[in-house]
């Protein structure tokens, strides 16, 4: 199970973290990925991380003001957002891939429920 928090609804230029607890399985053996989908449109990937923490991966549209981060012994994956823009609203999932990282949602076993950013202007 995976419990996605953090959310929330914050000006443009704010930072929120988002935070994903698992439970129920050997997280260190998951590589994590933060997702997320906009009214309309489609679920699109935003970052990953290997399931040692050294590897890590984003979006064009994030580089830079994104990170991501594992604490394997909290079994938790944060996603530090900085620098929001009103087009980070979004509903952000976070998911859970036995195996080496990936781009695609559809690589991904396990999902949370997911939690509301909205960045005003």
């Known amino acids: 199970q995976l419990q996605a928090s953090g959310g929330g609804l914050v000006q443009a230029g704010a930072s929120l973290r988002l935070s994903c607890a698992a439970s129920?399985?050997?997280?260190?053996?998951?590589?994590m990925g933060w997702f997320r989908q906009a009214p309309g449109k489609e679920r699109e990937f935003v970052s990953a991380?290997?399931?040692?923490?050294?590897?890590?991966y984003y979006a064009d549209s994030v580089k830079a003001r994104f990170t991501i981060s594992r604490d394997n012994a909290k079994n938790t994956v944060y996603l530090q957002m900085n620098s929001l823009k009103p087009e980070d609203t979004a509903v952000y999932y976070c998911?859970?891939?036995?195996?080496?990282?990936?781009?695609?949602?559809?690589?991904?076993?396990?999902w949370g429920q997911g939690t509301q950013v909205t960045v005003s202007s």
């Open positions: 129920g399985l050997t997280f260190s053996s998951y590589a």
């Open positions: 991380v290997s399931w040692s923490g050294r590897r890590t």
């Open positions: 998911a859970a891939r036995g195996g080496g990282t990936s781009y695609s949602s559809y690589d991904y076993d396990y």
